[in-house]
């Protein structure tokens, strides 16, 4: 049975910092992308953050690009995400998710697994 299991999330002030962790168990996990999704109080759920397999690439959306950095050590089945001078719009609860697909992935129908999500709060 696959489980994503995210931690590190909590309530900080504008300007800190936060790194959360997503700890991958039942799966290959060095052969599969990572991403890191968001949803905020009345809105969907968008992308954040995805790396490929290795670790080589990755990818941004545009409003976290310079402030959050998403890694992975394969070794402990762990990805992370450092987010840096956060903001109140940051607010919201981060999910990781597995895809087997090749590549740095952005959508969300493409991953098969899912976290259950990590509380962020930012407050100004």
């Known amino acids: 049975q696959v489980q994503l299991v995210e931690f590190g999330g909590g309530l900080v002030q504008a300007g800190d910092s936060l790194r959360l962790s997503c700890l991958a168990s039942?799966?290959?996990?060095?052969?599969?992308?990572m991403g890191w999704f968001r949803q905020a109080p009345g809105k969907e759920r968008e992308f954040v953050a995805a790396?490929?397999?290795?670790?080589?690439?990755?990818y941004y959306v545009d409003s976290v690009k310079g402030r959050f950095t998403i890694s992975r050590d394969n070794a402990k089945n762990t990805v992370f995400l450092q987010m840096n001078s956060l903001k109140p719009e940051d607010t919201a609860v981060y999910y990781c998710?597995?895809?087997?697909?090749?590549?740095?992935?952005?959508?969300?129908?493409?991953?098969?697994?899912w976290g259950q999500g990590t509380q962020v709060t930012v407050s100004s």
């Open positions: 998710a597995a895809t087997s697909s090749r590549g740095v992935i952005t959508s969300m129908s493409v991953y098969q697994y």
């Open positions: 039942g799966l290959f996990f060095s052969t599969y992308a």
């Open positions: 790396l490929t397999w290795s670790g080589y690439d990755t």
